[in-house]
């Protein structure tokens, strides 16, 4: 990467893309509603089970300008979720204000693990026990979502649920490969524990991406 490239990277104006796609955001408080996806490159969190791998060599995804990937996230929807990857290793400022100026709404799907940027319309936070989120992220989150792969995570979703804000919304979504074993687990803590909702990675039933 030549040292300008590096400079606009730094300042958020350039961002390594790896992929975007118009699909139903699957997951969360906004399940079942259209949305723009931004998946920046990326992260070095390394939870076992991820299921974007792929993402977390931030030098195999081209630096794209942001104002290419806005122009083009704004012929499909006025919902735009940033994912990774994990995008809070990047500046979020300069993108998430070009999007608000052309009326988008800005969501974020993120593991908290790096400093808070950006202008977010919906903050969606998935701690990690491998890096745990910064503690200035806790108080932006409008939606916790506790990602279940053993037994064990349901201490760890409680210890999370006592740092986000009264109004946060709280989700428990089974692991992928565990999700047999763990749905059936959440459900049962759900029934018992009711501030909890259930959230299943819905795109994955439905093949899409
Ligand atoms: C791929 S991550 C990218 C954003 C950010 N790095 C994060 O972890 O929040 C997007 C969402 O997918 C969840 N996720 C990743 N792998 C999963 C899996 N195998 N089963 C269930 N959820 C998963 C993450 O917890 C996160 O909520
Ligand atoms: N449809 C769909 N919904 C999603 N919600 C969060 C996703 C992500 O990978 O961040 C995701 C994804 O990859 N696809
Ligand atoms: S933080 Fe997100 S992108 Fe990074 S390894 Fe974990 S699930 Fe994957
Ligand atoms: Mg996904």
């Given amino acids: 990467m030549d040292t300008n490239t590096k400079e606009l ?15 139903i955001q699957g997951e969360g408080y906004h399940t079942g509603k259209a949305a723009y996806f931004i998946r920046v490159g990326g992260c070095d969190v390394g939870c076992h089970w991820c299921d974007v791998k792929e993402s977390w060599n931030a030098e195999l995804h081209p630096p794209t300008s942001v104002e290419t990937i806005v122009e083009n996230a704004k012929k499909y929807s006025d919902t735009i979720v940033i994912t990774g990857g994990e995008p809070l290793m990047w500046s979020m400022d300069y993108l998430t204000n ?9 969501h974020i799907e993120t593991s908290g693990a790096y400093s808070f940027s950006g202008k977010w319309d919906w903050f969606c936070l998935s701690p990690k026990k491998t890096k745990l989120p910064l503690d200035e992220v806790y108080n932006e989150a409008d939606e916790l979502k506790m990602i279940i792969h053993n037994k064990s995570d349901f201490d ?7 740092k986000v804000s009264e109004k946060c919304e709280l989700f428990l979504q089974p692991e992928w490969s565990k999700k047999e074993k763990m749905t059936s687990e959440i459900v049962d803590y759900v029934m018992k524990n009711s501030k909890w909702k259930i959230s299943l990675q819905t795109h994955k039933y439905l093949n899409i991406p």
């Fill in 156 to 162: 760890f979703a409680e210890q999370q649920a006592a």
């Fill in 9 to 23: 990277v730094n300042q958020g104006k350039m961002l390594p893309l790896m992929e975007a796609f118009y699909t």
């Fill in 98 to 106: 070009l999007l608000q100026k052309n009326n988008m709404k800005t």
